[in-house]
């Protein structure tokens, strides 16, 4: 550490300045004039006979690197702002000996205290830098989305190293076993790259391949002088965008394993991050090697990187692994009742739909309201499990389109076939006994009386029949018919394996008596119960904090707003947002799904009608009614 020496000139001391040995130069300023064009670290003799403390407050070098030895006659005392810049007062007739000792003594401190200087700022270098380390850890670990921590990944590394460009690899599995690298995304400061997917062998014959295949960084000072390795720089790029590739710095990032999951590829470090590399001159200018502590820096963030990547690759997976689960499962739902098929996907993108117009509210009482991504795939996955009860339902009683059960009907219309039978043999009968009796002479008479009375038992048989075809709808039941229902059940017919049978059995007259729709009490109690097998699966699931939701949110959509819903009799302050939100949803989608057994599609108009009809009789969310109408949510499903 050489320095200087200052004193005033003229002094008497000159010849003792100037005798002064040391590994120093020793120079002489003017106590008037221009400003000295100080060298640190400096040295400066102050004279108190000739106030050079005065001076030096006046011209006092911007440097910190200098201190002051002041000479003075007796014991008078230092008076000056510069008062911290005095390591030693000496009297003016010290010793060369003593005043060679200070000097020493005062450039030993400047050396100490430049080198205490220099490690506060490394230290905090160092913070600044762990603390960079740290906030970028924290940010890769709650990137959900594989392409932004990409993103993130090539952009922070460029930023600690002062990168000019950037490539990321992913190392890709192939059917047979295999692996390769897959070139996943780049970015530049001073050129647009338009990004083309390719993949590279994972070998020493490219310079990210080699990097993959054996787990070393690259610290590349010119790209163009690879020597000792078996792989050169492909310059295509640089060809056709006119781009200098020089110094590079390669990554593998490898997980807990040690295997490599992928490569990080850092291009051209900058003295200035931001230049733009528009020439070669600027290459020339600008770009240096990547130094140790860049190098150790992109080696600490890469290693972060692959933990983060793993563990988002694995998200990926599970994510990709349960929508294949809920997927299965609406398929399992749809596959007992193929007539609702694709019930559960619409009403999840009506409801979806309908939560997003809500978020985008700016007024009115749901403007607060907003769903994070979270909300959004939370509410997904409720519309879509909505109905997974349904496998706990007899499927006899989740598919029953008629009143009666398709084997009673059967039954039904055999009796009948019997009855019928019967008749036409009672007839023949008579016949016959009439020809037995009399002979074939004047059987013209007797026989069409015979037959009158056959064609009006028939005709009477029949027309039952219609009665009872027309009670199985699931429509509702006209008095008329209901009282014809009794009639028929009044009426008997000669089972030749036992006692007389009525025409209509005890079970099927109370089924046929069905006042609306298809299912009695106890049916209708299965087919609600359904909500009740939901909330019990879906609880049994251990969903995520961004998702506990689903099982109150499913359990929520047969219940109304005044508590006359099902099963739970919730009022409105119990139901969830969401699920009165997916009620308006399911309610719409089973109005006017395609025609099914046991009732026929409704026109959107009308079904809007319907629902608007239960939103005047405080069934239903009035605001979100409205919002499904206004943003017209309904075509959403349009033609599915």
Same mark, same amino acid.
């Given at each position: ?29 003017? #106590?008037? /004039? %221009? $400003?000295?064009?100080? *060298?640190?670290?400096?040295? &400066?003799? +102050? ?5 050079? !403390? ?56 400047? #050396?100490? /205290? %430049? $080198?205490?200087?220099? *490690?506060?700022?490394?230290? &905090?270098? +160092? ?5 960079? !380390? ?64 390719? *993949? ?441």
């Amino acid at each position: 550490m050489v320095g200087t020496l200052y004193y005033f000139r003229p002094s008497s001391l000159a010849p003792v300045f100037r005798g002064l040995r040391g590994p120093y130069k020793v120079m002489s300023i003017e #106590r008037e /004039g %221009a $400003d000295p064009d100080w *060298t640190t670290p400096a040295v &400066l003799f +102050a004279d108190a006979a000739r106030d050079d !403390l005065g001076r030096i407050e006046k011209v006092a070098p911007k440097a910190d690197a200098w201190c002051i030895i002041y000479l003075l006659d007796g014991d008078a005392p230092v008076r000056s702002r510069l008062n911290s810049r005095v390591f030693a007062v000496l009297p003016r007739r010290a010793s060369r000996l003593v005043l060679q000792k200070s000097v020493e003594s005062a450039f030993e401190n400047l #050396r100490s /205290g %430049a $080198d205490r200087a220099r *490690t506060r700022r490394q230290l &905090l270098a +160092a913070a600044s830098e762990l603390e960079t !380390l740290n906030e970028i850890g924290v940010a890769l670990s709650t990137e959900r989305n594989t392409d932004a921590l990409l993103e993130l990944i090539l952009t922070k590394s460029r930023e600690i190293t002062s990168a000019d460009a950037g490539s990321i690899y992913l190392v890709e599995e192939e059917p047979g076993g295999g692996k390769h690298l897959v070139f996943r995304l780049t970015q530049s400061d001073s050129h647009s790259v338009p990004f083309r997917q390719f *993949t590279l062998p994972i070998d020493t014959q490219s310079i990210a391949g080699y990097a993959a295949a054996t787990g070393e960084i690259l610290n590349i000072k010119d790209a163009y002088r690879i020597r000792n390795h078996p792989f050169r720089l492909n310059r295509d790029f640089d060809q056709t965008f006119g781009y200098r590739t020089k110094s590079m710095l390669v990554l593998p990032m490898r997980n807990q394993k040690k295997e490599a999951i992928g490569v990080l590829q850092l291009i051209n470090a900058k003295k200035h991050l931001e230049a733009k590399l528009t020439s070669r001159a600027m290459v020339r200018e600008e770009v240096v090697p990547f130094s140790q502590r860049s190098q150790e820096l992109a080696a600490s963030l890469a290693s972060q990187a692959a933990v983060a990547l793993e563990n988002n690759l694995l998200y990926r997976d599970i994510h990709r692994l349960f929508e294949g689960f809920v997927k299965a499962s609406v398929t399992a739902i749809e596959s007992r009742d193929p007539t609702t098929f694709g019930h559960s996907e619409r009403v999840m993108k009506l409801t979806v739909g309908l939560a997003e117009v809500v978020d985008r509210c700016d007024a009115g009482p749901y403007k607060d309201i907003r769903f994070t991504r979270e909300e959004i795939q939370e509410i997904r996955y409720a519309s879509l499990l909505h109905d997974f009860g349904k496998v706990g339902v007899r499927e006899e009683v989740l598919v029953k389109a008629k009143k009666l059960y398709p084997a009673q009907l059967e039954l039904v219309r055999k009796r009948f076939q019997y009855i019928r039978k019967a008749i036409e043999a009672e007839a023949n009968r008579k016949k016959l006994d009439y020809v037995l009796r009399n002979g074939n002479q004047n059987f013209e008479a007797p026989f069409t009386e015979i037959e009158t009375e056959q064609k009006n038992q028939l005709q009477t048989l029949d027309e039952f029949l219609q009665h009872i075809l027309q009670a199985n709808e699931p429509t509702v039941l006209p008095q008329k018919i209901s009282d014809k229902l009794v009639e028929i059940a009044g009426w008997a017919f000669a089972d030749p394996s036992g006692p007389t049978e009525p025409l209509l059995a005890q079970e099927e007259l109370r089924l046929l008596s069905i006042p609306k729709g298809s299912l009695d009490p106890e049916e209708r109690r299965q087919i609600e119960s359904h909500v009740i097998h939901s909330f019990r699966f879906l609880s049994e699931i251990p969903w995520t904090k961004e998702l506990k939701k689903i099982p109150e949110i499913a359990k929520a959509h047969h219940e109304k707003l005044d508590g006359s819903g099902y099963p739970y009799k919730m009022k409105a302050e119990e139901i969830p947002f969401q699920a009165k939100m997916m009620t308006i949803s399911d309610i719409f989608d089973a109005l006017t799904a395609r025609d099914r057994p046991y009732k026929r599609a409704v026109p959107v108009g009308r079904a809007l009608e319907i629902i608007g009809d239960e939103v005047k009789s405080q069934l239903l969310d009035p605001l979100l009614f409205r919002l499904f109408v206004e943003a017209k949510i309904f075509e959403l499903t349009a033609g599915e």
